[in-house]
Nanobody
């Protein structure tokens, strides 16, 4: 069994910073990709940042230059450092990992439960 769990999030003032982390545990053969998504109230879920390998990184245009995604392979963990936050960044943030479990040979998508980020004065 594979589990993915986020931590971090909370309330922050505009212009502030916040860090999220997400760790995978269980019967893992390989983690192919890691990503962060977000879903604001009443809107669709959007890809915020994605990392494959150590340097193949993509960002949503509106967060490029403010958010940084990184990974620690030894800990099966992905991070999202968010700086210069604005109220438009308010959303539930989800971690997604493409994981090959030890029970198989093909990657499957595993999602975290989501963590609320609220940017407000």
């Amino acid at each position: 069994q594979v589990q993915v769990m986020e931590s971090g999030g909370g309330l922050v003032q505009p212009g502030g910073s916040l860090g999220l982390s997400c760790a995978a545990s269980g019967s893992i053969r390989q983690i192919v990709g890691m990503a962060w998504y977000r879903q604001a109230s009443g809107k669709e879920r959007d890809l915020v940042a994605r990392i494959r390998g150590d340097s193949n990184v993509n960002y949503l245009d509106s967060v490029r230059g403010r958010f940084t995604i990184s990974r620690d392979n030894a800990k099966n963990t992905v991070y999202l450092q968010m700086n210069s936050l604005t109220p438009e960044d308010t959303a539930v943030y989800y971690c997604k990992m493409d994981i090959v479990p030890t029970s198989g040979w093909h990657p499957a998508a595993y999602w975290g439960q989501g963590t609320q980020v609220t940017v407000s004065a």
